[in-house]
């Protein structure tokens, strides 16, 4: 059995692969020289290859005579980068540099991560996606189409690297809030798989994004002629679920039965039914649905440190706008979490409903639910009618069930209307506002929109980035994004460097727990809950050892005997580092 723990996430050496730090050409076989070096992305240094590389390797007279340092080179990407003012032209010309030199392209986001974030995922990957068929320029992972269904696993074998451990798929069927994006959704996994580096100190190299082509049901891409997937309706049913079945077989045959495989923006009718089907049979969870979970727990913990506001999350009442995987699945980690802290689990199902397309949930219709959203449809309360604008209208609803926290996962863009905002801050003196819907044109309500509607006294968390902001009164505010980025690359390392059978809850509970214990004080005191995104792989590292420590708890290791404890110091050493 692979032994990964002994395997470093970062430099590693083989016969076959160089190292990433000093003596980086060292290994490199006969065949990767000349051109073929510089045409190789992982090993390319360009103008910053030495003089002795260049004679030992073939390259004098391939490049310019100078040797540049790889921060000269950084300097020329902030200013190529200067020329572009449209956000898409940003992520091609990331994308490009990615295909050219990786290890520049980390170094440039390591250097600028708070700016590049936004371009390499959202809310730029949304717009990549949307016309991912007019801008593709090269193909970056894999492809399994329904049409090789049969024989995936020879299909699997082109891939070239037989270490993975970490994969990142979807089937693109809710890409963001923008719905059915077929084969276009691999920008998703792509960006993913960048933040698992780039955040969490993951070496690219054993990183696989995964496009499942299962046909799409968007009319729009139907009749798109650059549109480069199926071009039939999507696949349901039966052969569906044996298509995956087969995929994460051939996945687990090819890299491993500890293989991490990440399940990203499937449809809700898959999205919850796959992570129950295959949570015990691999080393998988689905982000959409555990890692927004933990996100939004880390932001109710770090508003739990905010005076005035709720001070135990069995204080608070939630009402969820949006009823899909991603609102069950924070619903579900905070009723564990209260249930942990004492809770009876009936209670802390009390405390939290929900309004979905056709209104508030509530026990008049339990016909009409699913088994998942019974779990939370509670009797009105006293002389609140059963129909009409008391159960359909927000306002109305916010009125009558007077939440201490409104939390969006509808992608209804300004669903959270200056009424529905006024009327939470008239409630609570500290009222609690989550407009998670992403991209930003889908939040339900902006940044400002909460601070002004509630005199500076919501505790406001988003999807997707918004700048400060600054009241007519001067007061200055800095909302903190609930990016997924903060919790998935840990979770994922952890997972990794503990060769867990399987990711569990009670992980996504103590990275939760984590996040909100490293935000810094002054963050929340200027309204941001969650830590600086400039020390996100030293979060991403208190979260792996987290993550670690549960595993071992648990008795989930493969093979116990090879793992123990790591201090936050070594799974750091552990990192990729991205300097020649």
Request: with cysteine.
């Amino acid at each position: 059995m692979t032994m990964r723990i002994v395997r470093t996430l970062c430099s590693r050496v083989s016969e076959s692969k160089p190292l990433f730090c000093s003596g980086f050409y060292r290994s490199v076989s006969s065949s990767c020289n000349g051109l073929n070096l510089l045409h190789n992305a992982r090993l390319n240094k360009g103008t910053a290859t030495s003089l002795e590389d260049r004679k030992k390797y073939n390259l004098e007279g391939l490049l310019p005579p100078r040797v540049l340092s790889q921060e000269l080179q950084l300097a020329r990407c902030v200013e190529f980068l200067k020329h572009y003012t449209n956000p898409l032209d940003k992520y091609m010309y990331l994308m490009s540099l990615l295909e050219r030199n990786e290890r520049l392209f980390f170094k440039l986001m390591d250097e600028h991560l708070e700016e590049l974030m936004p371009v390499v995922y959202t809310p730029t990957v949304g717009d990549a996606c949307l016309k991912f068929g007019h801008i593709f320029q090269q193909p970056r992972g894999l492809y399994l189409s329904i049409q090789q269904q049969g024989y995936i696993e020879k299909v699997v074998a082109n891939w070239p690297q037989t270490d993975v451990q970490v994969i990142v798929m979807t089937d693109g069927e809710r890409i963001l809030g923008l719905g059915d994006q077929g084969v276009q959704g691999m920008g998703i996994p792509i960006g993913k798989l960048l933040l698992y580096t780039a955040c969490g100190g993951v070496d690219p190299s054993v990183t696989l994004p995964v496009q499942l082509d299962v046909g799409t049901n968007n009319e729009n891409l139907l009749h798109d002629p650059l549109y480069p997937g199926l071009l039939e309706n999507r696949l349901r049913g039966s052969q569906y679920d044996e298509f995956i079945e087969e995929v994460i077989s051939a996945f687990q045959s090819r890299f491993g039965q500890d293989v991490l495989i990440q399940f990203e923006d499937f449809g809700n009718q898959n999205a919850l039914r796959l992570l129950d089907k295959f949570r015990n049979k691999c080393c998988t969870f689905n982000d959409d649905i555990q890692g927004t979970a933990a996100v939004a727990l880390a932001g109710l913990f770090g508003s739990l440190r905010v005076e005035k506001a709720p001070s135990k999350l069995s204080d608070h009442k939630i009402l969820f706008f949006g009823s899909g995987s991603a609102a069950g699945g924070i619903a579900e980690l905070v009723v564990q979490q209260c249930v942990a802290e004492g809770k009876q689990e009936s209670d802390a199902r009390k405390q939290i409903w929900f309004v979905d397309s056709r209104g508030l949930i509530h026990r008049d219709r339990l016909d009409e639910l699913t088994a998942q959203k019974k779990l939370y449809a509670h009797s009105l309360p006293n002389g609140v009618p059963s129909s009409g604008d008391s159960v359909t209208k927000l306002a109305d609803i916010v009125q009558h069930i007077r939440p201490t926290a409104l939390i969006g996962v509808s992608t209804i863009g300004g669903a959270f209307t200056p009424q529905v905002l006024r009327l939470m801050g008239t409630i609570n003196e500290r009222p609690l506002v989550f407009a998670l819907s992403n991209p930003t044109s889908r939040a339900e309500c902006t940044a400002y929109s909460a601070y002004s509607e509630t005199d500076g006294r919501a505790i406001y968390v988003s999807g997707s980035p918004f700048p400060p902001v600054t009241l007519p009164d001067g007061r200055r505010f800095y909302p903190g994004q609930g990016n997924n980025a903060l919790c998935f690359p840990g979770i994922g390392l952890g997972a990794m460097l503990s060769n867990t059978k399987h990711i569990t809850d009670s992980m996504f509970r103590a990275a939760a727990r984590t996040l909100g214990e490293l935000t810094p004080e002054d963050s929340i005191q200027s309204g941001c809950m969650y830590p600086p995104l400039y020390d996100i792989k030293t979060c991403s590292a208190h979260i792996a050892k987290a993550v670690i420590d549960v595993s071992i708890k648990e008795n989930l290791v493969l093979d116990p005997k090879s793992v123990t404890s790591l201090s936050t110091q070594q799974i750091h050493s552990k990192m990729y580092n991205p300097n020649y």
